[in-house]
């Protein structure tokens, strides 16, 4: 029996345009999905970013010496750019002091309060793309004669 043709209404029509819309919304639902993915990493290398910035910050405010222990020692916003030259984001820090300790055991002469310990506190910022930031502290000491108020 072969079908008739004036029963037939369009039902393969129907059929087909409901697949392609199904394939349709997979593949916008899919590049929307991959968009989102590469949006996040993007933001997780921003966010790695100020943090390595911010331990930069750390490092060069250690280089800056010398402390004092009545003026902070203040390392303005620096911009960081890389190979390209293309801005990577800035860094500021500032390193603080924090007191003064004695060191025990730490002098062999006959006064065991020649030497104190300078606590500092270093404080740092890094700052890139999409709001990412990151603070960053570290805490050393140094030996120096008693000078402790």
Avoid: W
């Avoid at 393969?12 to 345009?17: A, F």
């Avoid at 402390?67 to 801005?87: C, S």
């Amino acid at each position: 029996m072969t079908p008739d043709k004036g029963r037939q209404r369009g039902a393969s029509l129907i059929i087909g345009l409901v697949l392609l819309l199904v394939l349709s919304v997979l593949a916008v639902s899919t590049m929307s999905s991959s968009t989102f993915g590469l949006a996040m990493a993007g933001n997780a290398q921003y966010s790695e970013n100020a943090f390595q910035l911010a331990e930069t910050g750390v490092e060069v405010a250690i280089n800056a010496g010398p402390f004092n222990d009545q003026v902070p020692t203040v390392i303005d916003p620096t911009e960081v750019t890389d190979l390209t030259g293309a801005e990577v984001g800035t860094y500021q820090a500032d390193a603080t002091f924090q007191q003064c300790t004695g060191i025990e055991g730490f002098s062999e002469s006959e006064d065991p309060d020649s030497y104190r310990a300078y606590h500092f506190q270093i404080t740092s910022e890094g700052r890139s793309f999409r709001g990412a930031a990151s603070r960053n502290t570290q805490d050393f000491f140094l030996v120096g004669p008693n000078g402790c108020m």
